[in-house]
Structures are given as C-alpha cells and as structure tokens.
C-alpha cells in the first residue's frame, strides 16, 4: 500500500506541476517597440555591409537607410500591457489553485465512493469474503437449531434429498458428493454415505476420497468384526499404493491376509504397523496379540 500511495502522490504533483508552472509562469510580452528597434539596427547593419563590400553605391545606399527608416517609423509602438498582465496573472494563479485543489477533491472521493481496502491485501481478503452468505448461513443455522427435534430433522433431510437431486443432474460437482456422503453419515444412512463416497472416489482417486469410502465401508460393524470384502481390499489397496505406511490399510489389509490364509503378509502389514505407531499406543498392545496369534497359526 506505501509504494502505491508514493506512486500515486508523486504523479498526482508532477502533473499538476506541468499544467501549472506555464500557468503561473506565463512568457513576458515582447513590446513591439523592441522588436522593430532590433530589426532596423539589423537592416542597418546589412546596407552598411553592402556599401563596404562595395555592393551598393553611396546613393543606393542613402536610399535604402531612408526607406528602412521610414518603414520602421509606421510601425505602431506596443500597447499597454500592464493592467491586462495583472488581469491574466490573477487568472492564472485562479487556475493554478483549481488544478492543485482536483487531486485533492478526487482523494476524498475515492475514500468516500471508492475501494480503499483494496490497498492492501488483507482489505482485498476481507472484502472477497462472502459476507453476506456467511450472516444468511448463521441465520439458517441458528434458526433449525430452535426448530423441535423432529421438525429439524425433516428440514435437513430435505436438503440432503434436494442436495442428491441436484447432484443427480450435475454429476461432475467433485465437492458436492463429497458434501453428499458426509451429511448421509451425519443422518446414519451408512449405505448412502458409502455410495456417495465411491462416486467422489471414482473422480478423484485421492487419498481424501479412498479414506472416506473405506470409513463408510467399515461403519455399522460390531467392534470386534474385521471382516473386509472384496471392494474394501480394492480401496485400501489403493491407499496403500499411495501411501506405504497408511495405518488404516496396514491394519486391514493385515486382517484380509489372515482371512485369505496368508499369514505372513498378515505378519508383515501389522509388524510394519507396529514400528510406526509410539510404544504406549493403544493399538499397539493389540497388535502384539494379532502377530503372535498369526505366528502361532501360519
């Protein structure tokens, strides 16, 4: 913001310095007295030359001194100019305080009708700010929250239902579905959630995605089920290829070796596990279990 101002102040005074300075300034009036004076003494000068260098005879050159002489004696001496100088001097210096006082008047119109808070970043930021929809998203919400329980519930699963409409029409919107799947988790339809996380996962194929489908997948089990089906597999493989120490895939993928009878895979995810997690971890005690039984077992 300093740098502009700088900027912006200094033009503003050159420039009205420019339109300024020839107004106060101003050229002195050359009288024309002075001018013919200097341009007889030149003529003079030039038909004495000529009768020197032999140019002219002595006759020739009376004549032309005479006729020099009576054309600067018609010339009209220079009016007056005294009273119109101070006239037009006054009207300079009027125009002068105008020219100085616009970039002053323009300042204050621009902190009055324009955008000042664009100086700076933080103005631009807090000026991007949807503002308005953030008050009219706090009314919303403080208003379902006073609703009766059952009144609320409806009104949200409305929106959810016009949410999973609009998204039926617009499938591309990434972000929608991803909107889509938690507010199915928030309601506990789970099977909802799982679908609109595979749709999400399906375009983006990011780790956000993966993880999200695979959390909807395990939810609704009992504690102690570890089950993982064959699209579990797939997505936490997945996970796994992005990145080799995700805990979630270590851990599951560690109970879908021991499913299919390959303990030594088993072994490997939960060894591998267990080294990365803090030796008091809660998990950890867990995974010693599972090592040892999967030793015990191959």
Known sequence: MTIFVIIALVLTIASAAAIAWPLVA???????GVDDGAELEARLAEIERDREFGLIDQQSADNAISEATASAAQTKPAPDNTQAGKAGHGARLFAAFIIGAMPVGAAFLYLDLGAPYALSEAGRQAAAAPASQEDQTAQNAAAIAAMAPDERAAIIEGMVAGLADRLAREPDDLEGW??????????????????????????????EDLRGLAAALLSGR?????????ELEGVLNQLLAGDEND????YFLGHAAAQNGDGDAAIAHWTKLRALLPPDAPLSSKLDGLIADAQDNP
């Open 26 to 32: 101003g050229k002195p009036a050359h009288g024309a």
């Open 247 to 250: 805990p979630l895939a270590l």
């Open 222 to 230: 009992d504690a102690g089920d570890n089950q993982v089906n064959t």
């Open 178 to 207: 991803r909107m889509l799947a938690r507010s199915y988790a928030a309601l506990g339809d789970v099977a909802q959630s799982a679908v609109a996380w595979r749709e999400a996962a399906q375009r983006s194929g990011t780790a």
